[in-house]
């Protein structure tokens, strides 16, 4: 007689409960400034959540940048969400995707901070699921491909003419192996920035990719001029190009007279929010932001949701995990990475690191189980800020 039988592997899994939940604040001062658009940011800050287990697996991530919000959402994560926990199975993430949920409902909450708390638990019971399985993440989504292409946040402001220091930081880009770079823009007119975007294309080669994020910096007309101006520069994307008052119907017209492929979902704190950009036709790519937006949970249905449209899916920063998501889903596109002055914890606080940790514009996806990385312990004493 046939017998079906369950894996001793999904048993224990099943079985495994959470016991306790640690949260370590990082801080770090950048070698450098870096000015966008809209923003200014003088140092880099993270916080590192491990899920322990009764199993002695520990499952963790580190997430974020938010210095202000950074004791609030350690607060939170303590006091309100971590004893919803205890004692529940590792394996529930969708339990405790909607216990951690409440935190937001409160009227008077800053929402901010609840989905951020909310992230650092889910995006480390991720990883603690992958490690009892023995498999990485991607795979267990479906294992879509084992490398991923990858571009660069870059080409911040400096003072007077920063045309010099774009074309060298092309240069590195290049030899690091990364694909390309996303330009900032919008905080100039737009024909400075179309300059600026000329230097990059020059400097870069026809095979170069070149991406723009204005950050919501201008109006509908001025995106518009921005995107007459750079016509023959080859712009993979442009990136959140009007203010956010009316960001879906500005997008929407940008992307259908402009002709350039639009990207937006990071400024989205919701599947519901990027299903609305959708709706409007506004853009080509979601890059939903698995921080800022309640956790690896919520990325994912933002994915599935997407492929419906057919629009693309990418990940706003947090390559620790973003790079592994993209590999993850059958409409990921690019990942977002950084130089190591820029985002000094993906290079330095993930242990055995390569220093080129990038190839012909590709990042292979790491094969150990999780999210495929162990933490330099060294680092995070070092950075840590409590």
């Not at 938010?66 to 993430?93: F, S, T, Y």
């Not at 405790?96 to 951020?116: G, H, N």
């Not at 990027?274 to 919520?298: K, S, V």
């Not at 949701?305 to 889903?329: D, R």
Request: aromatic content about 8%.
């Amino acid at each position: 007689m046939n017998m079906i039988t369950t894996p001793h592997h999904q048993t224990a899994l099943g079985n495994v409960r959470i016991t306790r939940i640690e949260t370590i604040p990082l801080r770090v001062k950048m070698e450098r400034e870096a000015a966008g658009s809209t923003l200014v940011l003088t140092h880099r800050c993270t916080i590192v959540t491990r899920i322990h287990t009764d199993a002695g697996v520990i499952g963790e991530c580190f997430n974020g940048n938010d210095d202000a919000l950074q004791p609030a959402i350690l607060k939170m994560i303590a006091e309100q969400m971590a004893p919803l926990l205890i004692g529940r199975p590792v394996a529930a993430i969708e339990e405790a995707w909607a216990l951690t949920r409440k935190a937001t409902e409160p009227f008077l909450t800053d929402r901010r901070v609840a989905l951020r708390a909310q992230a650092c638990i889910d995006n480390a019971l991720h990883d603690a699921v992958g490690k009892l399985l023995g498999t990485p993440i991607h795979v267990l989504w479906g294992g879509c491909r084992d490398r991923v292409p990858v571009v660069s946040l870059g080409g911040y402001y400096r003072e007077g003419d920063d045309h010099p220091a774009l074309h060298d930081e092309v240069a590195e880009l290049q030899h690091f192996g990364i694909a390309g770079l996303k330009l900032k823009v919008g905080g100039k007119s737009p024909a400075e920035d179309a300059a600026r975007a000329r230097v990059v294309r020059e400097a870069g080669g026809d095979s170069f990719v070149l991406a723009v994020d204005a950050n919501q910096g201008w109006s509908r007309q001025e995106a518009l001029e921005f995107i007459r101006r750079t016509a023959e520069l080859d712009i993979t994307w442009f990136e959140e190009p009007c203010r956010w008052e009316n960001d879906r119907s500005d997008l929407a017209m940008v992307r259908a007279i402009g002709g350039v492929p639009i990207v937006a979902g990071q400024s989205e704190l919701s599947r519901f929010g990027c299903r609305d950009l959708m709706n409007a036709q506004a853009i080509d790519i979601c890059n939903f932001d698995a921080y800022w937006g309640g956790g690896a949970t919520e990325w994912r249905r933002v994915a599935m949701l997407a492929s419906c449209y057919g629009v693309g899916v990418m990940t706003h920063l947090e390559p620790q995990i973003g790079l592994m998501m993209s590999a993850g889903v059958p409409n990921g596109s690019y990942a977002e990475v950084m130089l190591p002055w820029r985002d000094p914890f993906f290079y330095r606080l993930i242990a055995h690191q390569q220093p080129q940790v990038f190839d012909g514009g590709y990042y292979h996806i790491p094969t150990g189980p999780g999210w495929g990385m162990v933490l330099d312990e060294d680092y995070l004493k070092a950075a840590r800020c409590d």
